[in-house]
């Protein structure tokens, strides 16, 4: 089974710095794609960034990136200048690849709270 | 208007009733999805359904049932509601196929079991 792990609890940053945020998966598939969730004060989950598993190249969306080390079974996510409304909840998931036993469900981390400070 | 929509937003019910949560969405999607999210365990799957005549069971799917309407709608039931059934529910959709590569989630449900 896939299992998705977050360590870090709660993170803090100030204002206009860079925070990562870690992630590492365990799975026996090849095939697989990795998400990054935001979970504002609002409870919507938004999509931040996603990253195929076949692309070696880091997915990155403006101020968010990732660093995936496939070897290694990992997804840490960078903010760079940071803002106060990205002050959320961010999960980590998975999912399989189409011709996987798990496509198209996620199984998400347990959830890094990241405050934002002045 | 939001694609996915969950009604009620925010629900107290008390231990032994039945409850319905439902889920719309205007995306076109085959894909209906429910999750559970309770502290410190992230989001946990519990029913999905990849079209009218397909439901399947996620991991956490013992005292829940749920029932796909139409392509548009999947209500997730709580025959006998639990304290432990305390938590943030999320519908979410997908497209399915080649082209599936992301969930669209409702705003949730708070639902408290008293």
Redesign the interface.
Known sequence: AQT?TQSQ?EMSVQEAETVTLSCTYDTSESDY?L?WYKQPP????I?VI?QEAYKQQNATENRFSVNFQKAAKSFSLKISDSQLGDAAMY?C?YRGG?NTGT?????????TRLQVTL | DADVTQTPRNRITKTGKRIMLECSQTKGHD?M?W?RQDP??????IY?S?DVKDINK?EISDGYSVSRQAQAKFSLSLESAIPNQTA?Y?C?T?T???A????F?G??T?LTVL
Not at chain 2, 100 to 103: F, G, M, R, T
């Open positions: 998705v609890p794609y998400f609002s409870r919507q989950m999509l996603r999960f998931a189409i496509a198209s469900k996620l199984t998400f981390g347990t959830g | 894909r999805y999750y410190g365990l992230g989001l946990r799957l999905y990849f996620g943030l999320f979410a997908s399915g196929g080649l599936d590569n992301e969930q989630f705003p949730g708070r």
